[in-house]
């Protein structure tokens, strides 16, 4: 017996634990890599079970991300992943967070990366009604996206950070007579959202799943669009969305395929309206539209990084059904060709 027993220690000690956070957790997540998440981390806790009931009892934005928790021993955290829906009804979630503690540098990079990759299989296993995650990474992080790469997402697009002083006091512009600039709100949104799925591309667009509603849960003010009034629809449009992981709001900038031909005065009016109150901002571009980030440069923004938007759709093996449905299922299937249907004629061909 005593032989056999050191021989079990090591093993228990590989097995890798990964849970919901809770509020015992807190006071274990001294690592460095912890430390500036502790409030959100905090204010996880303590939302956590009125978000879960505020959406049992209808579809709502959530209140606070889902928080998992890798450990080997409950004393010494080794890593953290943070998710949250991406649209009210769940279909599509996201990655916000992947940390790793310095302790878990102690297994190797081989090691980090499966503490990693099991929580990002666990996020995933747990999210039930979710057709598809979505993820980023900056596209100098090699390892993270060798990561997301292992567990299933698939580039989508390379986009470019720029780093944006709006000017205090912007420049009186006159837009063209059959254009407007209009606030979003739930009168102006449904405009909005014709006009993301007229620029997104069909396969970011189809992952996203993005309802009206849920483009006014991710936007905060001033949102603002151009309206083209003999038209009735929205051309342009400029989102103001929550600071990001850079701790910056975001401008999310959305041009009708059709009016490229507005990328000047009448976007450079919108762009500057939408970042009234702030002092920087983000927006994105994509790296393959070389004339809009040329244009976004000659309005002085300074690229801050790029970053690769990686996705991946979720399968899940359905509950096999009941025998008996199975068997009516055929049976209405096969029905015509049972003996008890009336023949069908069949013409008798030349001898």
Excluded at 36 to 63: E, F, I, K, M, Y
Excluded at 76 to 82: E, I, K, Q, S, V
């Amino acid at each position: 017996m005593s032989s056999a027993a050191p021989a079990q220690r090591p093993a228990q000690a590989q097995c890798l634990h990964v849970v919901p956070l809770r509020g015992w957790h807190l006071p274990l997540l001294q690592d460095p890599c912890f430390v500036d998440l502790l409030p959100l981390l905090q204010r996880a806790v303590l939302l956590q079970g009125p978000d879960r009931l505020l959406n049992s009892l209808t579809a709502r934005p959530p209140l606070v991300p889902d928080v998992l928790l890798a450990y080997r021993e409950p004393q010494h955290p080794l890593g953290l992943l943070l998710s949250q829906r991406l649209n009210r009804s769940g279909s599509c979630w996201q990655l916000l967070q992947l940390r790793s503690s310095e302790a878990s540098l102690a297994a190797g990079e081989a090691g980090r990366m499966a503490i990693e990759a099991a929580l990002i299989r666990e996020a995933i296993q747990r999210s039930r009604g979710a057709a598809s995650w979505i993820a980023t990474a900056a596209t100098t992080d090699s390892d993270r996206l060798a990561l997301l790469r292992q567990q299933g997402f698939q580039p989508l697009r390379r986009e470019t950070l720029w780093r944006w002083e709006p000017p205090s006091e912007p420049e009186q512009r006159a837009l063209p007579s059959d254009l407007q600039l209009r606030p979003l709100n739930r009168r102006t949104a449904p405009a909005m959202w014709l006009l993301e799925q007229a620029a997104l591309p069909a396969q970011l667009r189809q992952l996203l799943d993005r309802r009206v509603e849920d483009l006014l849960d991710q936007s905060e003010q001033p949102s603002l669009m151009l309206f083209d009034c003999t038209r009735q629809q929205a051309v342009a449009g400029a989102r103001r969305l929550r600071p990001g992981n850079r701790g910056l709001p975001e401008l999310e900038l959305s041009v009708h395929p059709g009016w490229q031909h507005l990328q000047g005065g009448p976007l450079q009016l919108l762009l500057e309206r939408s970042a009234a109150g702030a002092d920087q901002l983000l927006v994105r571009s994509d790296v393959l539209d070389g004339e809009r980030s040329s244009w976004l440069q000659s309005l002085g923004m300074a690229p801050e990084g790029e970053e690769v938007v990686m996705a991946r759709s979720v399968w899940r093996r359905h509950a096999p059904q009941h025998s008996t449905q199975m068997a009516q299922r055929l049976e209405s299937m096969l029905g015509r060709l049972q003996p008890g249907q009336r023949p069908i004629p069949t013409p008798l061909g030349r001898p």
